[in-house]
């Protein structure tokens, strides 16, 4: 009914005739959490840290996003211990860590600029492009297509990976139908 085999309960009944119930010590089975683990937790907070704050390219890491062989070559780098993949992955998901495809930032983005430019100047390029009955088309310096495809990079549950591209400036054109 408890789901206690015979032989236990008869353990804990000789355990407590013979020293009492101070004796009949219930711990929880198993090891203890944080045992057998291989990165200390200050070397944990490290490494969550670093893959928080900058991509890999920024630590000197031929890769240009976070992902569970990446993060094995900065611990091996970083702690000079190396972890097996499955033991990256136990670790991204105690973390919270999840696959997201990133955000492509701009290097050098003024974030005031941008508003300024979405505020004022893009409802008079719409205004006109309505008017007009046209469409709009972007584009940046870098002459990279909008659909090519990213990889995902592995962040904290909810924060977005940024990946930042070296692109100067948007062009938008008017296209008449």
Same mark, same amino acid.
């Given at each position: 009914?408890?789901?206690v085999?015979?032989?236990?309960?008869?353990?804990w009944? =000789? &355990?407590y /005739?013979?020293?009492?119930? !101070?004796?009949l @010590?219930?711990?929880?089975?198993?090891?203890?959490?944080?045992?057998? #683990?291989?990165?200390?937790?200050?070397?944990?907070? =490290? &490494?969550? /840290?670093?893959?928080?704050? !900058?991509?890999? @390219?920024?630590?000197k890491?031929?890769f240009?996003?976070?992902?569970? #062989?990446t993060i094995?070559a900065l611990?091996?780098?970083?702690?000079?211990?190396?972890?097996?993949?499955?033991?990256?992955?136990?670790?991204?998901?105690?973390?919270?860590?999840?696959?997201? #495809?990133?955000?492509k930032?701009?290097?050098?983005?003024n974030?005031?600029?941008?508003?300024?430019?979405?505020?004022?100047?893009?409802?008079?390029?719409?205004?006109?492009?309505?008017?007009?009955?046209a469409?709009?088309?972007?584009g940046?310096?870098?002459?990279?297509?909008?659909d090519?495809?990213?990889?995902?990079?592995d962040?904290?549950?909810g924060?977005?990976?940024v990946?930042?591209?070296?692109?100067?400036?948007?062009?938008?054109?008017?296209?008449?139908?």
């Amino acid at each position: 009914m408890l789901g206690v085999s015979r032989n236990s309960v008869e353990t804990w009944v =000789k &355990i407590y /005739k013979k020293h009492g119930l !101070k004796d009949l @010590d219930l711990k929880k089975p198993g090891r203890k959490v944080g045992s057998g #683990r291989l990165l200390k937790p200050d070397q944990d907070m =490290k &490494i969550q /840290k670093m893959i928080r704050d !900058k991509m890999p @390219d920024q630590l000197k890491l031929p890769f240009a996003l976070w992902n569970r #062989r990446t993060i094995q070559a900065l611990i091996k780098e970083q702690l000079d211990i190396a972890l097996p993949t499955r033991t990256i992955n136990h670790y991204l998901h105690r973390w919270g860590f999840t696959l997201q #495809r990133p955000i492509k930032r701009a290097f050098k983005q003024n974030p005031k600029k941008v508003q300024e430019w979405l505020n004022n100047s893009y409802p008079t390029i719409k205004e006109r492009a309505k008017e007009e009955d046209a469409e709009i088309h972007c584009g940046d310096e870098t002459a990279v297509s909008s659909d090519c495809s990213y990889g995902q990079s592995d962040a904290p549950k909810g924060e977005m990976p940024v990946v930042r591209r070296n692109a100067k400036s948007v062009l938008c054109v008017i296209k008449e139908r």
